[in-house]
Structures are given as C-alpha cells and as structure tokens.
C-alpha cells in the first residue's frame, strides 16, 4: 500500500501487523487492500475517507478517558504511567438499521453478591422508537434510536445537522450514512421543494457548508462491496458499445426539442421538416456502413 501508507495507522501497515481496534473488528477493512485489484481503481477521496475511518479514534461513549500521563498509585505511591484502554463494544445488525449513538452491547461478568461467583452478563442499550423529519428531504421516517441519540440530535439543533456533522466513526450506522448521501445529493442537485424556490434556496443557504462535490457524494457512506459493485458496474458500462446510429438518432431528437434544428429556419413546413429528418438519418446510417465496409 505505498500509494496511501502516510494515511494509515502505524498498527495497519502492514497485513502481518494487522490488529483492529475494538471498534474496527465489524468493518473488516484492510488497508493493504486499497494497493491491488479492483481496490486500487476506486476514487481516492473514498479510499481516504476509509483510512480514515480505520486511524480515528470514536468519542467515548461507554467509558471516560483519564486526562494527563501518570498517576500515583494509591497503595504504593509510585507514579504510574496512565493507559487508557477503550471496553470492547459490539455492533449488531440492528445497529445499521437504526441511530444508536455510538451505543453497543457490551460483554461482562457481575455478581449479585460478594460471597458469589462472577456470572457472565449483556448490556444492551434501550431503544425505542420515534419518528423525525429530514427538512432536505421533507419526509417523516420512524426510526429505532436510544435516548443518547436523541440527546445528541438536540445538541445538534435538528436531525439534519446531526447527520452532516456527525462523522462516521462516531455515526456507526449504515441507515445513518445512507440518510447522509442521500441528503448531500439532494443539496448539490438543488432537488428539494422544487415547487417553492424561495424555501429550495432558504434549505440551500442554511446547510450549504457541508456540501461536497456531486461525483464524491455519490460515495459517501458506500460499504466496500457496494463500492466494488458500483465500480464495475460503471466500468461495464464504459466497455459496453454503442452503435453511431443511435447516438445520432439522440442528438437529433435532442436538438429538436431544445430548438437549435430551427435556428437557421424561421419557418419549416411539416413535410420539409420530415424530409430533412430522413436525409439526415440516411447519411448517418451510410457513414457507417463505409466505415464497416473499410
């Protein structure tokens, strides 16, 4: 991976060193793997976006970091270096299917009472369902979420922003990034309220800092297979052939509908018009035959 190895993490350099962290064993992203194959042809602002995904660090959600370097032990009165280790945390199917905020379920071991053996437990957060509504996509979804979620949609003053902010390390839902794509589109085609310019351009103005070329969009919050399967279905579409007939036959009717047939003319009688659509289409269909005869 010499293309993108100043972009990964030291611990993933290599696929002999190869060690996730908690948070990473559900992507199963390999950063070698963006040096070969089909891998390396993807768009380099997706393949970035993914290191990155796989070298930043989640906000703590289920455990506080201590600040500074060292510590005094409080028995022996030693300074201690200070290690701050994340809890592994794991992300169901269901996580994808909803917001959790950053909320797992965790695996651990409790006792009732002291004199008790440790009986292995679950934590699973409580979810609920409720419904919100997108402004740049002006529809209502119900949506399975926990409370953290909520709390931090109104941190955000609203779900759109919550979405756009968010990054994807710390979003953890694929329904999330999905909602995100889908309303960065709609922002850069200028798609919302098409029957009311004035709340299109209002919508526009009060998100327009986040949004991103159409071409990058287009990627944004794509897993690795449905990035490999977009890429070459698009490279199947290059290779497929066309025959110049029908591309003429397009920019024909084209320039009919849009009026620059007409341009020279001030005046074309029915019957006229429909002969010069014929010579035209003639020619075109000699020209090739030439051009297969040659």
Sequence with gaps: MSKWKHLAPPWAATQYKYWPPAWMKHEKIRPWRFDKGVYARLPGHYIKRKLELVSREPIPVHW?????????????????????????????????????????????YRKKKIKNRWIPSWWVPTIRKRVLYSEILDRWMEITMTERAMMLIDDAYGFDFYILKTHETDLKSQLGMDLKREMLLTLVRKSMYPDNPEKQQK???????????????????????????????????????????????????ESLQ???????????????????????????????????KR
């Design 203 to 253: 919508i526009y103005n009060k998100y327009k800092k986040f949004i991103v070329p159409e071409y990058e969009a287009e990627w944004i919050g794509l897993s690795l297979e449905d990035a490999v399967k977009k890429k070459l279905a698009m490279e199947e579409k290059r290779r497929t052939p066309v025959a110049l007939q029908d591309i003429y036959t397009e920019e024909l009717v």
């Design 64 to 108: 506080r970091p201590v600040q500074g370097k060292y510590k005094i032990h409080p028995r022996t009165g030693e300074r201690v270096r200070i290690q701050n280790v994340a809890i592994p945390v794991m992300y169901p199917k269901e996580a994808d299917q909803g917001l959790w905020g950053g909320e797992g379920v965790i695996k651990g």
């Design 258 to 292: 849009s009026g620059e047939f007409f341009k020279d003319q001030e005046q074309v009688k029915p019957k006229k018009l429909w002969e010069k659509i014929k010579l035209l289409v003639f020619e075109d269909t000699k020209e090739t035959d030439e051009k297969k």
